[in-house]
């Protein structure tokens, strides 16, 4: 029986369900975060733990405050939120598009894998002080460092999802007469979405990884930056609080890909 929303009654007794049970997860979440920040700052105030070591809330709290009053709080945290997005944006655009031409040509391909493959097994870190000579300690250093971390990624990822797209279907193309600009967008691009939308999940650590390296490196600003210089001269609340930050940002962008992918795929269902 439907009612004069034109649902049934079962879909919306599953609706409500859902509704209760999403309700439950996020008060679960909201409840097991306060309850370790709660059992952190108890440790801490009860000597469990010491502060100096391991810090606490409200010494964090206290921490932030102070880089506020300051006037340095949101130059640190805009430093490096430029340089992640920037740097997050340029790996997945060129990583995108070099997957594209590797797929294009067979020939390309099966030159350059083999290098893709021993890149991507490089620890980038080891190209620092080839970077702080190419690009000086500026922020061009840094954004190069947070693009070449997820640019392999992104190609590596893009092109094996390319390469899986179902041999049939391109066989029916094929016999239909579709050209292969044809069949990459109307088959390829399409069936390579739930891929592109892991790369981007992939690529935001990445791209978080490679700025606070780049910082760690050759920066004077920035969230690694007050890492470094926190455990240097052992303010150990100053690393703790960048970190924090480090990770509500982390938590933030990811959030946003998850909002791009509800988008991207309510708009392939339509």
Known sequence: MKNNNGFSEEHLLYLKRRKRRVALVWTLRVGLLALLLGLWELSADLGWADPFLVSSPSRIAATLAALYSEGTLFYHIGTTLWETALGFVLSVVLGYGIALILWWSETVRRVLEPYLVVLNALPKIALGP??????????????????????????????????ATDKNKLLLLRSLGASKLQILFKLVVPSSLAAFISMLKVNVGMAWIGSIMGEYIVSKAGLGYLIVYGGQVFKLDLLMAATVILAALAAGMYFLVMLLEKLLVKNNED
Do not use: D, R
């Not at 702080?132 to 392999?152: E, H, Q, R």
């Open 130 to 163: 080839l970077i702080i000579i190419w690009f000086g300690t500026g922020s061009k250093a840094i954004l190069f460092m947070t693009v070449i971390v997820g640019l392999i990624v992104a190609i590596l990822h893009m092109l094996t999802a390319f390469c």
